[in-house]
């Protein structure tokens, strides 16, 4: 079954900078759109980005754009996201999925990750 493993969050400074990583298994990976969602405590979950399985094109949320980037190494079946210049208001769970790539709805992904944390103190 596909199975989806979010690490590297944590407890960072605003101004500072994490990498979050997505295990995956289960799946044609290098043929699949990716995508990474968040989701603050009363809030609605949020698309943050979006890769295809080839890398080629990557779609971002309007509060993240110029400060987080996706990537992905098909080879080791992970996609990645660098989050720089990180504010309080990204504080979240974040997590990935699998996905059609006209779709940036959580709706349309599935297979979810448990998630990882990422908290920026002001």
């Known amino acids: 079954q596909v199975q989806l493993v979010e690490s590297g969050g944590g407890l960072v400074q605003a101004g500072g900078s994490l990498r979050l990583s997505c295990a995956a298994s289960?799946?044609?990976?290098?043929?699949?759109?990716m995508g990474w969602f968040r989701q603050a405590p009363g809030q609605e979950r949020e698309f943050v980005a979006k890769i295809t399985g080839g890398g080629g094109t990557t779609i971002y949320g309007d509060s993240v754009k110029g400060r987080f980037s996706i990537s992905r190494d098909n080879a080791k079946n992970t996609v990645y996201l660098q989050m720089n210049s990180l504010k309080p208001e990204d504080t979240a769970i974040y997590y990935c999925a699998r996905g059609p790539f006209y779709s940036s709805s959580p709706r349309a992904y599935d297979s979810w990750g448990q998630g990882t944390q990422v908290t920026v103190s002001s």
């Open positions: 289960g799946l044609p990976f290098s043929m699949t759109t």
